[in-house]
């Protein structure tokens, strides 16, 4: 059965750090681009980085850019969203999709977690 796995969310203040984990089962994500994206209330869901399958290209959104970072260890089956000095505006629920490439929209993205919590509150 593929499944994507995603954990680490939680609670945590303005500026603080989070590692998100997003592990597969049931397939392998050496093949596949791996995206995270997040929704917040009243909002649509956005994409928030990628990691390539071929050469681990890393790509950003704007609104992360410089804070978050993606990374991906092929033997752990496991894609990990790092992210630091965190804002209030990340509170979100975090989701990861694999696509067999970055760039594209998430209609792209052939396989979903079932998201983390993530809030950011003092």
């Known amino acids: 059965q593929v499944q994507l796995v995603e954990s680490g969310g939680g609670l945590v203040q303005p500026g603080g750090s989070l590692r998100l984990s997003c592990a597969a089962s049931g397939f392998t994500l050496d093949y596949y681009a791996i995206g995270w994206f997040r929704q917040a209330p009243g909002k649509e869901r956005e994409g928030v980085s990628c990691?390539?399958?071929?050469?681990?290209?890393?790509y950003y959104a704007d609104s992360v850019k410089g804070r978050f970072s993606i990374s991906r260890d092929n033997a752990k089956n496991t894609v990990y969203l790092q992210m630091n000095s965190l804002k209030p505006e990340d509170t979100a629920i975090y989701y990861c999709a694999a696509a067999p490439s970055c760039g594209g929209t998430a209609v792209t993205y052939d396989y979903w977690g079932q998201g983390t919590q993530v809030t950011v509150s003092s």
């Open positions: 990691i390539s399958s071929s050469d681990g290209t890393t």
